[in-house]
């Protein structure tokens, strides 16, 4: 008995294939300006990026210096210029999009990959934004909600509840608590949760995993994420099996805590 074969293709339009574009790594607030900006038929221009060059360096790579300036007149506190630190060693990547047809479009080759940080220049408006974020982030709002149901039914002892009661008052043996399911912990706002690391590092240089889970009440995988952009992991020496944060994050918390 022979099998049919199906045969299914995606058509992919690779005009643009050989296209040169950036990928840039850059923070909440600035993707989330540019969002507001785009929207905005007043700011055409999100940001414009300026190149420095070298001449006396041989060295083509750290001959150039890349810094970016924020477009529109009024961006609040968010800072206006920042430093894009670039790096040749990435692994191969192409951009694609989908069309309005639903159809794939390539975009371009991945050339150059860039991290983006505030501006020395800018290092105070940061900070001011981040205490602001971070004030903002402690205040808890709270609700009373009033229950319609005044018979008692939602307040019945769930099937699990159960085994928590002992039979008599003279068993010498509690009951064994019943495991429940393990909390499930909710993510905060990504600049929030950055605001709160840096807090918590003025108070010690150096945290553990699970130390940080508890002072955030975070998931554990999430956190993991936000570490892994602000921080260094020490895998051996005094400090083995601890986080802390990268040299020019740690600048801007030591700056804020001699204020």
Known sequence: ???????????????????AVWLLKCPLVVSKSWQAAAASADSPQLSKVIVSVDPLNSDESSALKFTMEMGG??????????????????????????TPQGRASMEGKVEHKFDMTPHTRNMEEYRKMCRERTNKSMIKNRQIQVIDNDRGVNMRPMPGMIGLIAS?????????PVKGPEVKRTRRDRGELEDIMFKL???????????LVQETDQPAQFL??????LCVYNKRGTNQGTYELKPEYKKSVEDTGAE
């Open 1 to 19: 008995m022979e099998e049919d074969n199906i045969n299914s293709s995606i058509i992919v339009d690779t005009a643009k294939s050989k296209d």
């Open 73 to 98: 007149n009024d961006t609040g506190n968010v800072p206006k210029s920042y430093s894009l630190n670039m790096f040749q060693d990435f692994v191969p990547m192409c951009v694609f999009s989908e």
């Open 168 to 176: 008599s008052s003279k068993d010498k043996k509690k009951a064994a």
């Open 201 to 211: 590092f003025e108070r010690q240089p150096n945290w553990t995993l699970k130390q």
């Open 224 to 229: 993991k994420e936000i570490l892994n952009e």
